[in-house]
């Protein structure tokens, strides 16, 4: 698979870090017991401070969230959807959100689309992986074949629409990690050949 190195002179318009639907709060509380915890590295041999229960001895990990979501397609078109939430609100998306427990990424970039756009589709390949190092989130992009140019969006979305690429509105995307997929979309369909990405952003 062919790494991508973003191609970050054409995003300047796009918001700079901090990034990405929230970032990881401080563990203060044992999940355990309830205890307010202390962070100090473990007794076992690990190079990182955790988060520690001093009363029950519980160690907290804390470890990456994962987005799953979809780059829906209708023709020379594709679906992005408007946020009604913070973080970005009134800024373009594609349809995502964070991985549930019990579900594929796939199934959870079905989830999110339905609930955000309210659109009917085929799931397609496997598309974008980007990593966001710096706030702890692996993104993961699926495409999807849109079966109706008709959106029933939910309540996480203002509005839901088309956009061929020359309408794209690159200075109002949420995140990079949208629109390095998007630029990856729109340069594998001039190349005639959608391949896998991916793609680090810092
Ligand atoms: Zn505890």
């Known amino acids: 698979m062919p790494a991508d190195i973003p191609d970050t002179s054409s995003t300047s318009n796009t918001p700079d870090s ?3 639907f929230e970032h990881h709060a401080p563990i203060k509380h044992c999940k ?11 007794d076992d041999g690990d190079a990182k401070q955790r988060a520690i229960c001093p009363s029950c001895q519980t160690v907290h990990y804390d470890n990456p969230l994962i987005v799953v979501g979809t780059l ?19 800024r373009w998306t594609l349809p995502a959100g964070f991985m549930e427990l019990s579900e594929t990424v796939m199934q959870g970039a079905a989830r999110e689309t339905v609930e955000e756009s309210g659109a009917q ?6 598309f974008s992986m980007v990593n966001v190092a710096e706030v702890g989130q692996v993104h993961l992009f699926y495409l999807a074949q849109l079966q109706s140019d ?19 509105p690159w200075d109002e995307m949420a995140f990079r990690t949208v629109a ?6 729109f340069a594998d369909r001039r190349a005639g050949q959608f391949v896998t990405h991916i793609i680090d952003i810092d």
Do not use: S
Not at 32 to 42: D, F, L, T
């Open 150 to 168: 008709h959106f029933e969006p939910g309540p996480e979305t203002l509005e839901a629409r088309l956009f061929a690429e020359d309408e794209i």
């Open 121 to 126: 589709f085929e799931m397609g390949n496997f």
């Open 18 to 20: 901090p990034e990405h």
């Open 72 to 90: 829906p397609v209708w023709g020379e078109q594709v679906l992005l959807c408007k946020r009604n939430i913070e973080p970005r609100r009134g």
């Open 32 to 42: 355990n017991c309830g205890a307010a915890v202390v962070y100090r590295i473990p």
């Open 180 to 185: 390095q997929t998007l630029k990856c979309f």
